[in-house]
T-cell receptor, first 118, second 111 residues
Framework: EAGVTQFPSHSVIEKGQTVTLRCDPI?????LYWYRRVMGKEIKFLLH????????ESGMPNNRFLAERTGGTYSTLKVQPAELEDSGVYFC????????????????FGQGTRLTVV | GEDVEQSLFLSVREGDSSVINCTYT??????LYWYKQEPGAGLQLLTY?????DMKQDQRLTVLLNKKDKHLSLRIADTQTGDSAIYFC???????????FGTGTKLQVIP
């Protein structure tokens, strides 16, 4: 069974450009999360989808970030226009839905996309 | 607000024990986790502990929780070179999906 996959693994763009990150969760997982780690700092929550709906987007830094999850399958995170401080590693994770709303031990992370804005 | 802190770097010799420490501020934390990130890989859940427990042991890993001091530690016995990675402490409150991570501790194992 494929794990959580993220594309691209590394992206280098100039300030002001647009970048779109993609996450393919594990098939059948209703919950999808985006997290970000800025250089040397903690990993911070960005948002949480349940199927195609945004359950919690309280961690999104500003309106330059747009996340979508078409049809409740894969998700994209677009940064437009990118700024220098957006550089970091963007992680996606997924977990099954069900009765529990808790982050459980069956949440799986992708390998992350390293974004460098120059 | 929630805050999870860790030291940034730890260096140990192969065969020694490693102890990675973490402090958190949210007294309502109910689940505490240790994740491992190897170079080029995603985050891997190593172990977790419920807040009503003091200790959990899993093979070479021992997790200690001092809820009064909001202090969590991960002890790796007989540390191997394959244990070299970044270790993240994380916490969440029961019934809520948002997870708060620490800054990560980079463990370097010297042969």
């Amino acid at each position: 069974e494929a794990g959580v996959t993220q594309f691209p693994s590394h992206s280098v763009i100039e300030k002001g450009q647009t970048v779109t990150l993609r996450c393919d969760p594990i098939s059948g997982h209703d919950n999808l999360y985006w997290y970000r780690r800025v250089m040397g700092k903690e990993i911070k929550f960005l948002l949480h989808f349940v199927k195609e709906s945004k359950q919690d987007e309280s961690g999104m830094p500003n309106n330059r970030f747009l996340a979508e999850r078409t049809g409740g399958t894969y998700s994209t995170l677009k940064v437009q226009p990118a700024e220098l401080e957006d550089s970091g590693v963007y992680f996606c994770a997924s977990s099954q839905g069900g009765r529990t709303r808790q982050w459980n031990t069956e949440a799986f992370f992708g390998q992350g996309t390293r974004l460098t804005v120059v | 607000g929630e805050d999870v802190e860790q030291s940034l770097f730890l260096s140990v010799r192969e065969g020694d024990s490693s102890v990675i420490n973490c402090t958190y501020t949210d007294s309502s934390s109910t689940y505490l986790y240790w994740y491992k990130q190897e170079p080029g890989a995603g985050l891997q859940l190593l172990t977790y502990i419920f807040s009503n427990m003091d200790m959990k042991q899993d093979q070479r890993l021992t997790v200690l929780l001092n809820k009064k001091d909001k202090h969590l530690s991960l002890r790796i016995a007989d540390t191997q070179t394959g244990d070299s990675a970044i270790y993240f402490c994380a916490e969440t409150r029961g019934g809520y999906q948002k997870v708060t991570f620490g800054t990560g501790t980079k463990l370097q194992v010297i042969p």
